[in-house]
């Protein structure tokens, strides 16, 4: 039994910043309960997962990335490309069970052609998937400029249906979030694949050096980036119910803000996937509190600037506590 | 072939890079149960052996022989699947694993289709156990000392493949208790009948372990000694380049003139951080002053201390009886004080600018970035440099990068000698370039001191110094351990101070 409470402990310590970024979830919610009436309550609380569902799947794929040391900035290009094309095709008639896997390969082996030439040229990732971003968006105009509007019976029983739990309404595009999440969490902790990410974060070099296999690993973090983006995409056409090619604009900046507010370092080898979850739902209560005092949606940013900066900072400080402890510890250990 | 014991035979073998031969002619044999020191000086080819032997270079010709049979590594992993794993200085580790998963990551035991921690958990727990290792398994690897560290990555090339270990600087960055505990490990290691490679600039630390010695010089086998029968002078003689027997013992150079001398920089006590101890040391006006001892000794260290490009941690360092502030190294510049760092390539040539740009850097940073130097100026500079000390070159806009390594050793000098220093310091320059190159730059160097510049200069070759030096200080295990000079200056005195032995009269330290 003592092994289990060693893990426990572990537990604690190397979430240090996931175990913050979950208190400032409930600070926040707490605050907005406090001030305003009607705000506490459960359909508040999945609200936020409804809202969010999209936002949760893209941002875990591109914890993915960010976890090898990487970014990938296309994917507000791909879920806006997702819902245009996913639109036009089923006007000009398609099936829904034809059009959602199509869209999703389109997606994966998008990011599988970033990550190769990423990995194949030593491109800088930021480049490859910024011309991956401008592809996309010009596909999207491509092919139409209007917004299409989806009227698939499919799409319409996802956008609507929902179970009811206690007055609050959970629909169904939050459980594939749900499994994603779960997905993430199972591959990062028990499989060789994800482990690997992180070995490859850490330090590349070394890595190689210990023959993981690095260049697979990197490739296959973008292809499930590109996956997740288009299956965010999907998700975000059952939620708007139309495809139009200025959606989301800017939104990759918002999953990786909400990555690095759950505790995900962009130099790679730090983060949890239940971290950004809750980054992104801190992204989301702060939208509904500006919503509740009738601010300028803008605002919204603002505040998560602040916590964005406050959380790196944190981070920083975090980092270089442990760093003069251990610094400490070997000057220890050299005078004994 | 031979004998029954014999796990790695490397014959004939030869490596070169464009321009140099990195290796020509080198042999090495290895015999399980046998702890094997390779020694040799900066760009004896050590290193480039080792790359060889693990598959990160190829060989240009020779053979590798691994239990009698022919080997061919492409790759580390490659080597790793034949039995030949390796251990550097700088860990190549992740530091965000856990020690646990560091040991066994890319080999993960499996439940299921999925990792089974407890097992990576409790296996690595038993595997660190024989290393006499209590630590927590589960906690990330930054979290403990490099020596640990580096117990792990050995525990863990150990559990991958059981013939051969390479250790290559193993004990740079480790205290003397830890130390000891490697040699502990590696006892262990050879008595279980494992090849070891140990790779040091150490002395006493080759004798505490190792079974045989080779020694390389300048891409070239020197020999195999059996280290008991090895003196330490004579091993120090075959590193730097002389048989104990051959060494003149008087020298030719001019006792100094008597008489008060001004001191130009002083330095008391004298801490860098983790690297030199309690250093004492004037330089005069207008000497060359030599700063002797193996890489590694802490003869960098010191001018890198006085340049403010490492942090002063105690003492204090003054110039001209003021304070240096230490603060990087503009305000050295501006004091007046030079620097030519040992790694031409990263160091000090910025590849892709011209040779009048590279050459005017220095004052350009002295002056300030507002105040630019005209393109005129520039030109007359470079000119003037490029005269002076003989740079090769079709025009002063040729990229440095296309100059051979003697040229581009002479613009680093000549972007120093630009800002008109006081104190000039050199560590390695004559590193990797031709022998006549060699002795210009010895010429200017003691041409510059001759016209009252004051000169530091490092390097591993012993002729060299003893042609340029004044004055020359000793240093071992990074501390002062020794000064010479005029007269005293000779090799069999210099090379008794840095083998530790007890000639000379101001030599405190015990062997």
Same mark, same amino acid.
């Given at each position: 039994?003592?092994?289990?409470?060693?893990?426990?402990?572990?537990?604690?310590?190397?979430?240090?910043?996931?175990?913050?970024?979950?208190?400032?979830?409930?600070?926040?919610?707490?605050?907005?309960?406090?001030?305003?009436?009607?705000?506490?309550?459960?359909?508040?609380?999945?609200?936020?997962?409804?809202?969010?569902?999209?936002?949760?799947?893209?941002?875990?794929?591109?914890?993915?990335?960010?976890?090898?040391?990487?970014?990938?900035?296309?994917?507000?290009?791909?879920?806006?490309?997702?819902?245009?094309?996913?639109?036009?095709?089923?006007?000009?008639?398609?099936?829904?069970?034809?059009?959602?896997?199509?869209?999703?390969?389109?997606?994966?082996?998008?990011?599988?052609?970033?990550?190769?030439?990423?990995?194949?040229?030593?491109?800088?990732?930021?480049?490859?998937?910024?011309?991956?971003?401008?592809?996309?968006?010009?596909?999207?105009?491509?092919?139409?400029?209007?917004?299409?509007?989806?009227?698939?019976?499919?799409?319409?029983?996802?956008?609507?249906?929902?179970?009811?739990?206690?007055?609050?309404?959970?629909?169904?595009?939050?459980?594939?979030?749900?499994?994603?999440?779960?997905?993430?969490?199972?591959?990062?902790?028990?499989?060789?694949?994800?482990?690997?990410?992180?070995?490859?974060?850490?330090?590349?070099?070394?890595?190689?050096?210990?023959?993981?296999?690095?260049?697979?690993?990197?490739?296959?973090?973008?292809?499930?980036?590109?996956?997740?983006?288009?299956?965010?995409?999907?998700?975000?056409?059952?939620?708007?119910?139309?495809?139009?090619?200025?959606?989301?604009?800017?939104?990759?900046?918002?999953?990786?803000?909400?990555?690095?507010?759950?505790?995900?370092?962009?130099?790679?080898?730090?983060?949890?996937?239940?971290?950004?979850?809750?980054?992104?739902?801190?992204?989301?209560?702060?939208?509904?509190?500006?919503?509740?005092?009738?601010?300028?949606?803008?605002?919204?940013?603002?505040?998560?600037?602040?916590?964005?900066?406050?959380?790196?900072?944190?981070?920083?400080?975090?980092?270089?506590?442990?760093?003069?402890?251990?610094?400490?510890?070997?000057?220890?250990?050299?005078?004994? | 072939?031979?004998?029954?014991?014999?796990?790695?035979?490397?014959?004939?073998?030869?490596?070169?890079?464009?321009? @140099?031969?990195? #290796? &020509?002619?080198?042999?090495?044999? !290895?015999? *399980?149960? /046998?702890?094997?020191? %390779?020694?040799?000086?900066?760009?004896?080819?050590?290193?480039?052996?080792?790359?060889?032997?693990?598959?990160?270079?190829?060989?240009?010709?020779?053979?590798?022989?691994?239990?009698?049979?022919?080997?061919?590594?492409?790759?580390?992993?490659?080597?790793?699947?034949?039995?030949?794993?390796?251990?550097?200085?700088?860990?190549?580790?992740?530091?965000?694993?856990?020690?646990?998963?560091?040991?066994?990551?890319?080999?993960?035991?499996?439940?299921?289709?999925?990792?089974?921690?407890?097992?990576?958990?409790?296996?690595?727990?038993?595997?660190?156990?024989?290393?006499?290792?209590?630590?927590?398994?589960?906690?990330?690897?930054?979290?403990?000392?490099?020596?640990?560290?580096?117990?792990?990555?050995?525990?863990?090339?150990?559990?991958?493949?059981?013939? @051969?270990?390479? #250790? &290559?600087?193993?004990?740079?960055? !480790?205290? *003397?208790? /830890?130390?000891?505990? %490697?040699?502990?490990?590696?006892?262990?290691?050879?008595?279980?009948?494992?090849?070891?490679?140990?790779?040091?600039?150490?002395?006493?630390?080759?004798?505490?372990?190792?079974?045989?010695?080779?020694?390389?010089?300048?891409?070239?086998?020197?020999?195999?000694?059996?280290?008991?029968?090895?003196?330490?002078?004579?091993?120090?003689?075959?590193?730097?380049?002389?048989?104990?027997?051959?060494?003149?013992?008087?020298?030719?150079?001019?006792?100094?003139?008597?008489?008060?001398?001004?001191?130009?920089?002083?330095?008391?006590?004298?801490?860098?951080?983790?690297?030199?101890?309690?250093?004492?040391?004037?330089?005069?006006?207008?000497?060359?002053?030599?700063?002797?001892?193996?890489?590694?000794?802490?003869?960098?260290?010191?001018?890198?201390?006085?340049?403010?490009?490492?942090?002063?941690?105690?003492?204090?360092?003054?110039?001209?009886?003021?304070?240096?502030?230490?603060?990087?190294?503009?305000?050295?510049?501006?004091?007046?004080?030079?620097?030519?760092?040992?790694?031409?390539?990263?160091?000090?040539?910025?590849?892709?600018?011209?040779?009048?740009?590279?050459?005017?850097?220095?004052?350009?940073?002295?002056?300030?970035?507002?105040?630019?130097?005209?393109?005129?100026?520039?030109?007359?500079?470079?000119?003037?440099?490029?005269?002076?000390?003989?740079?090769?070159?079709?025009?002063?806009?040729?990229?440095?990068?296309?100059?051979?390594?003697?040229?581009?050793?002479?613009?680093?000098?000549?972007?120093?000698?630009?800002?008109?220093?006081?104190?000039?310091?050199?560590?390695?320059?004559?590193?990797?370039?031709?022998?006549?190159?060699?002795?210009?730059?010895?010429?200017?160097?003691?041409?510059?001191?001759?016209?009252?510049?004051?000169?530091?200069?490092?390097?591993?070759?012993?002729?060299?110094?003893?042609?340029?030096?004044?004055?020359?200080?000793?240093?071992?295990?990074?501390?002062?351990?020794?000064?010479?000079?005029?007269?005293?200056?000779?090799?069999?005195?210099?090379?008794?101070?840095?083998?530790?032995?007890?000639?000379?009269?101001?030599?405190?330290?015990?062997?």
């Amino acid at each position: 039994m003592s092994e289990s409470v060693k893990t426990r402990k572990k537990f604690r310590i190397r979430n240090m910043s996931l175990l913050v970024t979950v208190l400032l979830f409930i600070g926040l919610f707490t605050a907005g309960s406090a001030a305003y009436d009607r705000f506490f309550s459960l359909s508040t609380f999945c609200n936020l997962l409804n809202d969010g569902s999209y936002m949760i799947i893209a941002s875990i794929g591109i914890t993915f990335v960010l976890l090898t040391g990487g970014i990938d900035i296309s994917i507000s290009s791909t879920i806006a490309f997702t819902c245009v094309f996913s639109a036009f095709l089923l006007r000009t008639g398609f099936a829904a069970g034809v059009v959602i896997p199509l869209v999703l390969l389109i997606g994966l082996l998008f990011g599988a052609l970033m990550g190769f030439m990423i990995d194949a040229y030593k491109l800088q990732p930021f480049i490859v998937t910024l011309a991956g971003q401008f592809f996309m968006r010009g596909l999207c105009a491509v092919i139409s400029t209007e917004s299409i509007p989806i009227t698939d019976d499919f799409y319409k029983k996802m956008a609507l249906n929902k179970i009811i739990f206690a007055g609050a309404k959970i629909y169904y595009y939050v459980f594939i979030a749900a499994v994603v999440l779960i997905g993430a969490m199972f591959v990062l902790k028990y499989t060789r694949f994800g482990r690997t990410v992180y070995a490859v974060g850490g330090n590349e070099l070394s890595a190689s050096l210990m023959g993981l296999p690095v260049r697979k690993t990197k490739i296959m973090v973008y292809s499930i980036s590109g996956f997740c983006a288009a299956l965010a995409g999907v998700v975000f056409s059952f939620y708007t119910l139309a495809g139009y090619s200025l959606q989301n604009v800017g939104m990759e900046m918002d999953a990786i803000s909400s990555a690095v507010i759950g505790g995900t370092l962009l130099t790679g080898g730090v983060g949890t996937v239940i971290g950004t979850t809750v980054g992104v739902m801190i992204q989301g209560v702060i939208q509904t509190i500006v919503t509740y005092q009738n601010l300028n949606t803008w605002w919204t940013k603002v505040f998560s600037a602040a916590l964005l900066c406050l959380f790196i900072v944190i981070q920083r400080i975090l980092a270089g506590r442990s760093e003069k402890i251990k610094d400490v510890r070997g000057k220890l250990e050299k005078t004994a | 072939m031979s004998s029954e014991n014999m796990l790695i035979q490397m014959e004939h073998i030869s490596k070169s890079f464009p321009g @140099v031969a990195a #290796l &020509d002619d080198v042999s090495l044999e !290895l015999k *399980s149960g /046998e702890i094997h020191a %390779l020694l040799g000086e900066n760009g004896a080819g050590k290193s480039t052996l080792i790359k060889v032997l693990t598959g990160v270079e190829e060989r240009d010709g020779g053979s590798v022989l691994l239990e009698g049979v022919p080997v061919f590594p492409k790759s580390p992993q490659d080597a790793q699947k034949l039995g030949i794993s390796t251990v550097y200085q700088e860990v190549n580790l992740c530091p965000n694993l856990s020690v646990a998963e560091n040991i066994y990551i890319g080999r993960e035991p499996k439940k299921r289709g999925s990792i089974d921690w407890k097992k990576i958990n409790q296996d690595s727990r038993t595997l660190l156990d024989r290393f006499n290792l209590n630590i927590d398994v589960t906690k990330n690897l930054d979290f403990y000392s490099v020596a640990v560290q580096q117990m792990v990555a050995i525990a863990r090339a150990v559990d991958i493949s059981a013939k @051969v270990l390479i #250790l &290559d600087e193993p004990t740079s960055s !480790l205290s *003397s208790v /830890e130390v000891e505990k %490697l040699f502990e490990v590696m006892h262990m290691l050879k008595a279980q009948g494992m090849g070891i490679l140990f790779v040091t600039h150490f002395l006493d630390q080759v004798y505490a372990v190792s079974d045989t010695i080779t020694v390389l010089r300048n891409g070239r086998y020197v020999g195999t000694y059996a280290a008991a029968e090895l003196p330490k002078m004579q091993l120090v003689g075959k590193m730097l380049g002389k048989e104990y027997a051959e060494l003149d013992l008087s020298s030719e150079k001019e006792e100094l003139i008597g008489g008060e001398r001004e001191c130009l920089l002083e330095m008391k006590q004298a801490c860098g951080p983790g690297t030199i101890s309690n250093i004492d040391l004037k330089i005069y006006k207008g000497e060359v002053l030599g700063i002797s001892g193996l890489l590694g000794s802490g003869r960098s260290e010191i001018v890198r201390l006085i340049f403010g490009i490492d942090h002063l941690e105690q003492g204090e360092i003054s110039l001209n009886s003021q304070k240096l502030a230490g603060k990087g190294p503009l305000p050295a510049i501006r004091c007046g004080v030079a620097f030519c760092p040992e790694n031409r390539k990263t160091e000090g040539i910025i590849g892709d600018l011209s040779i009048r740009e590279n050459i005017i850097l220095a004052l350009q940073a002295k002056k300030g970035m507002l105040r630019a130097i005209s393109r005129a100026d520039a030109e007359r500079i470079a000119d003037k440099y490029i005269k002076m000390l003989e740079i090769k070159t079709p025009s002063q806009e040729q990229r440095a990068k296309n100059l051979s390594g003697g040229n581009q050793q002479k613009v680093i000098l000549a972007r120093w000698l630009a800002t008109d220093p006081q104190l000039l310091m050199l560590d390695e320059p004559t590193r990797g370039i031709d022998v006549g190159t060699k002795a210009e730059i010895q010429k200017i160097i003691v041409g510059l001191a001759e016209q009252g510049m004051t000169v530091v200069f490092i390097s591993s070759e012993i002729d060299e110094m003893l042609r340029c030096c004044s004055r020359m200080i000793v240093l071992r295990d990074r501390k002062k351990v020794g000064e010479l000079s005029g007269k005293e200056i000779a090799e069999s005195a210099v090379m008794s101070l840095i083998a530790g032995g007890v000639k000379n009269g101001e030599n405190k330290e015990a062997v």
